[in-house]
């Protein structure tokens, strides 16, 4: 069965980073690529970027460069995500989503969120 | 980037009834990926490649379209339709999500 684990919630000070974990089981990991998805509260979704952990390849959205960095550690099949200086915009609940092989890359696999919270 | 547009941003149905709900894109894309998200979940992949249904999704739905407009149907609202929908594509990067459809039961 695919599972995607993620980190629990954050709480983060203005201006600190916060890194956060997905943990792939029940597929090769090497085999997918990863999206990270935010979610803002009350809002839709927004594509932050994605991760080929085959070859370590990344594509951000053009808005999250410089915010997002999207890494992995292929030993234990882990995505992480890291958000840099972090402001009044950055509280939102973050996914991570497999991307499909079947058809035109959906995404067929999600996490059940990491909620991040920005408070001094 | 392709914006993807719900109409409508809200809806509300009775039992029973015929539910449709659009995604209009900006520009014409291949395909259209369609998520369901109740309250407080994570998102599911719901329809793909226009009118796929993903595995365990109910009959009742179907999705449709090509070019610019594409479409979700519901033939018979059940309460646990009750959710928000978003439409999907990655014809082109960056990927992008429409807003979203809230569907509630009347």
């Known amino acids: 069965e695919v599972q995607l684990q993620q980190s629990g919630p954050e709480l983060v000070k203005p201006g600190a980073s916060v890194k956060m974990s997905c943990k792939a089981s029940g597929y090769t990991f090497t085999s997918y690529v990863m999206h990270w998805v935010k979610q803002k509260p009350g809002q839709g979704l927004e594509w932050i970027g994605y991760?080929?952990?085959?070859?370590?390849?990344?594509k951000y959205n053009e808005k999250f460069k410089g915010k997002a960095t999207l890494t992995s550690d292929k030993s234990s099949s882990t995505a992480y995500m890291e958000l840099s200086s972090l402001t009044s915009e950055d509280p939102a609940v973050y996914y991570c989503?497999?991307?499909?092989?079947?058809?035109?890359?959906?995404?067929?696999?999600w996490g059940q969120g990491t909620s991040v919270t920005v408070s001094s | 980037q392709i914006v993807l547009t719900h109409s409508p941003a809200i809806m509300s149905a009775f039992l029973g009834e015929k539910v449709t709900m659009t995604c209009s894109a900006s520009s014409s894309v291949s395909y259209m990926h369609w998520y369901q998200q109740k309250s407080g979940t994570f998102p599911k992949r719901w329809i793909y490649?226009?009118?796929k249904l993903a595995s365990g999704v109910p009959a009742r739905f179907s999705g449709s379209g090509s070019g610019t407009s594409y479409s979700l149907t519901i033939s018979s609202m059940e309460a646990e339709d009750e959710a928000t929908y978003y439409c999907q594509q990655w014809s082109s990067n960056p990927p992008t999500f429409g807003a979203g459809t809230k569907l509630e039961l009347k």
């Open positions: 989503a497999r991307t499909s092989r079947d058809g035109y890359y959906a995404m067929d696999y």
């Open positions: 490649d226009t009118s």
């Open positions: 991760f080929n952990p085959y070859n370590d390849i990344t």
